[in-house]
């Protein structure tokens, strides 16, 4: 009797031993239950959070597409002080708004491939180095290597250019001038085409001086003393001709792009309300223009013409 009850009390205990083990694990269980589901949260939501902030900094907004012919697009901006303190003294060349403009409507596509040709023709007579080559219509400047050669004299490159060739600009420029009096509310007579006006050639080849780093942001008034209006004659089309080498207006909210299309005229006021970089060319080639003006008379400079190879 004794025995039984000493195997019936071992039972008893082992019982509640297995009893309180098992209540031990299922406890365990519940609690690691909720920090498992905790767990998967947080990874959830991490990656949510990562998913969210990666798409709130591409604040890239596309302002004018390749594949859109744009009879004219702007967007006005407020001027920077800056820019506005200067040009304010200069009657007439005040704009009635400080923006950026784009049209496919200004010069023809005709027009645009005779610069093209004349572009590449005179470039492969130097070209830099590096990624980056510019051909300066006023100074004579031609990249070559790591340097610039004036092809003004130089007696190897004389007579490079032809007075039909420059005639061909006159007419491009003469246009431009008109279409910036009529969307900034400026007089034509009071705008001067201003130095430098160039052919720039961009490829994805390395950088080689820092000529050739054309995708920093910049303000055209700081780099160019002389400038007041910009204006940007694309010669090539993104996404066809190149990939890569947006232009690229930096706005506090959303950064704007401008996709180059043959033919295609950007205009903006040059202060800081415009600041702006080119994104890196990864292949094929990238052709443009700059012809620039200013409101200044001391910097204004004469159509180019074949009397450069005599001066």
């Known amino acids: 009797m004794t025995e039984l009850r000493r195997r019936t009390k071992k039972s008893i205990s082992n019982e509640k031993t297995d009893n309180d083990s098992i209540n031990t694990k299922e406890k365990s269980k519940l609690s690691n239950l909720p920090l498992r589901v905790l767990s998967r949260v947080v990874v959830i939501f991490s990656l949510l959070t990562i998913v969210y902030f990666s798409s709130k900094n591409d604040k890239t907004i596309t302002f004018a597409r390749q594949s859109d012919i744009l009879a004219g697009k702007g967007q006005i901006i407020d001027c920077s002080e800056k820019y506005i303190k200067e040009i304010d003294k200069y009657e007439g060349c005040f704009p009635k708004e400080c923006k950026r403009f784009v049209t496919d409507k ?14 590449k023709k005179r470039l492969k007579y130097g070209r830099s180095s590096g990624g980056a080559s510019i051909l300066d219509l006023h100074s004579g400047a031609l990249s070559k290597g790591q340097h610039f050669v004036n092809i003004y004299k130089r007696d190897d490159m004389k007579n490079l250019f032809t007075e039909t060739d420059f005639n061909v600009f ?12 009529h969307h900034f509310g400026v007089l034509p007579s009071k705008i001067y085409l201003t130095h430098p006006t160039f052919f720039s050639e961009i490829n994805p080849k390395n950088a080689v001086t820092i000529h050739d780093e054309y995708w920093h942001a910049h303000v055209d008034k700081e780099t160019y003393k002389s400038f007041h209006y910009t204006t940007l004659l694309y010669l090539s089309n993104y996404n066809k001709d190149f990939e890569g080498g947006r232009f690229v207006f930096v706005d506090e909210k959303h950064n704007k792009t401008v996709e180059p299309r043959l033919a295609r005229l950007s205009i903006f006021t040059s202060g800081a309300e415009n600041l702006h970089y080119v994104e890196k060319v990864t292949s094929g080639t990238r052709y443009a223009m700059t012809i620039s003006f200013t409101c200044d008379k001391n910097y204004a400079i004469e159509d180019p013409s074949t009397k450069k190879y005599t001066n």
């Open 106 to 119: 200004v010069i023809s596509e005709s027009e645009s491939l005779e610069l093209l040709q004349i572009a």
């Open 170 to 181: 006159k007419v491009v420029k003469e246009k431009i001038k008109y279409a910036i009096a």
